[in-house]
């Protein structure tokens, strides 16, 4: 059984940076297609940031430019840079992994998930 844990989230004011982990355990994170998902109050959960296992990385149009996604599979983690933090990416963040999906940004599309870890950005 595939577990996530994500770390890194925090309150920031505009502009700052902030680093999400997500640590892998259960499976080798080179086996899974991985990406970063948030959700706000009565929103949808978006898929930020996605790294397939085959492929490059692809990034929602909102945070392209500010966000780097990157992982590190000698220690089975899965980072998310973000730069330049503006109030609407204000959110519960999500480490999400899949075995199947070769690079969906669909939340359906992945099997496992973290806790989340959340992120304010005040104005």
């Known amino acids: 059984q595939v577990q996530l844990v994500e770390s890194g989230g925090g309150s920031v004011q505009a502009g700052g940076s902030l680093n999400l982990s997500c640590v892998v355990s259960g499976d080798a994170s080179r086996r899974l297609t991985m990406g970063w998902f948030r959700q706000s109050q009565g929103d949808e959960r978006e898929g930020v940031a996605i790294d397939p296992k085959y492929g490059p990385t692809t990034y929602a149009d909102s945070v392209r430019g500010r966000f780097t996604i990157t992982r590190d599979n000698d220690k089975n983690s899965l980072y998310l840079q973000m730069d330049n933090l503006e109030p609407e990416d204000t959110a519960m963040y999500y480490c999400?992994?899949?075995?199947?999906?070769?690079?969906?940004?669909?939340?359906?599309?992945?099997?496992?998930w973290g806790q989340g870890t959340q992120v304010t950005v005040s104005s």
């Open positions: 999400a992994a899949s075995s199947l999906n070769l690079g969906s940004r669909r939340a359906d599309a992945y099997q496992y």
